[in-house]
């Protein structure tokens, strides 16, 4: 933690609804004037889409099993030394995983692969991370306690599974079976390094942590079978609870870089 570099993280499973919460983020930003330097938890992925591939076949021939949710695929210790340097001296580097043809043809580089490491730009009031594992904790790394505000966006598993369906199949190119695929293999590491992820020290609970939570209210239950997002059925109640959430948010946002430390007490 640090009271001249503060650390937020939004973090979230594939498909929490941690990319719609982070919009929300970089509103608040521009209405108090801060200038954030942006992580995507995907740059900390160890392999390219053909590398994860070729990992994942190794590994079922080894009878066992990797994904994006666990340690084998992604730095954790690059992450928390990420977020321990911006601490420290309000610096650090970024790249992009990119995703799809859009994303990539900008570089003249094919989906799958990532961006070169870049310096974050100078000087910024902030660095803000959204990503999977803003809050994990191993016997290895604590990369939550070098967080000053942790936000973790929690969907029930419809929800969350429906949105990942829809959008890696229109906007990545993969296919449902594909997908689905995914999500089984990836249960272990769900379980053991995305969930507790969310709230990773209780005891920290009141003093700089606040949890999102998502509530599907349409009738669904298969979420592989979901064509589309759940719709608000009484959709005049968003422009009361829209305010106050962005609000409480906003106030989060200015303790974390007012009073870094003690951001929620």
Known sequence: MSAKHPVIAVTGSSGAGTTTTSLAFRK??????????EVEGDSFHRYTRPEMDMAIRKARDQGKHISYFGPEANDFGLLEQTFVDYGRHGK????????????????????????????????????????????VVTPQHDVASHVDLLVGVVPIVNLEWIQKLIRDTSERGHS?????????????????????????HPYQLSARADGGHLQ???????????????SDPFPQSAEYRFPLAVGDAAGLVYLAHEHPGGAGR
């Open 176 to 200: 449902r079976e594909a997908v689905m695929d995914s999500v089984v293999r990836s249960m272990e590491d769900y379980i053991n390094f995305i969930t507790p992820a969310i709230f990773p």
């Open 92 to 135: 650090g580097q970024s790249r992009k995983y990119l995703h799809t043809y859009d994303e990539a043809v900008p570089w003249n580089q094919v989906p799958g692969t990532f961006t070169p490491w870049q310096p974050l730009p100078e000087p910024t009031d902030v660095l803000f991370y959204e990503g999977l594992h803003g809050g």
């Open 216 to 230: 599907s209210v349409c009738r669904q239950s298969d979420p592989l079978a979901g064509r589309e997002l759940c």
């Open 28 to 37: 608040i930003f521009a209405q108090l004037n801060l200038h954030a330097a």
